[in-house]
T-cell receptor, first 115, second 119 residues
């Protein structure tokens, strides 16, 4: 597609459940990022992939959060044993080569609500 | 560590008035600075960026920002607001590392500023 695609756009789950959020980046973009945006806050960095490998996962809040990008394209953010505090909009972005000067292209986000 | 501060969360201007959105940064190394905009029901998109070239940076839709090292500021301006400028605006910083790969991939965003334009 032309832009970054994220699914689902909305996810409501119960505390303790497992959730997967998917990101399909712009074709040809080697760098992929996950951010989390809580209500009233700016996006907060979670993890960055260059190709298939996680180049920087320092923003993942704890070991309940995990992300993969097995073929260097689509990425999945996985959250185990969800908690109410995980409720937020999860944003995915991609860019060319990850040079740090480039423009990040963001998807519309996946809104997660944990009841 | 790098950070940006956007004081306040909401600004309201009249159509045709000057838009001024303030951003102050903190960085221990020369920074790259960005403004992103989020229109309703859309993803964030880059408005403009400063990467140590010209200190006055022009972006899309008539916006510009000036990097002032002495004031650690990167305020966003537009001479005349249009109704279509109503959106949320985020300032962000990335450290300018001295490496072959340029800056870091990790943007640190401010809390954002919601701009309302009144007719």
């Amino acid at each position: 597609g032309a832009g970054v695609s994220q699914t689902p756009s909305n996810k409501v789950t119960e505390k303790g459940k497992y959730v997967e959020l998917r990101c399909d980046p712009i074709s040809g973009h080697t760098a992929l990022y996950w951010y989390r945006q809580s209500l009233g806050q700016g996006p907060e960095f979670l993890i960055y992939f260059q190709g298939t490998g996680a180049a920087d996962d320092s923003g993942l809040p704890n070991d309940r959060f995990f992300a993969v990008r097995p073929e260097g394209s689509v990425s999945t953010l996985k959250i185990q044993r969800t908690e109410r505090g995980d409720s937020a909009v999860y944003l995915c972005a991609s860019s060319q080569r990850g040079q740090g000067l480039g423009e990040l292209f963001f998807g519309e986000g996946s809104r997660l609500t944990v009841l | 560590a790098q950070s940006v501060t956007q004081l306040g969360s909401h600004v309201s201007v009249s159509e045709g008035a000057l838009v001024l959105l303030r951003c102050n940064y903190s960085s221990s190394v020369p920074p790259y600075l960005f403004w992103y905009v989020q229109y309703p029901n859309q993803g964030l998109q880059l408005l403009l960026k400063y990467t140590s070239a010209a200190t006055l940076v022009k972006g899309i839709n008539g916006f510009e920002a000036e990097f002032k090292k002495s004031e650690t500021s990167f305020h966003l301006t537009k001479p005349s607001a249009h109704m279509s400028d109503a959106a949320e605006y985020f300032c962000a910083v990335s450290p300018h590392l001295q490496s072959t790969q340029g800056g870091s991939e990790k943007l640190v965003f401010g809390k954002g500023m919601k701009l309302t334009v009144n007719p």
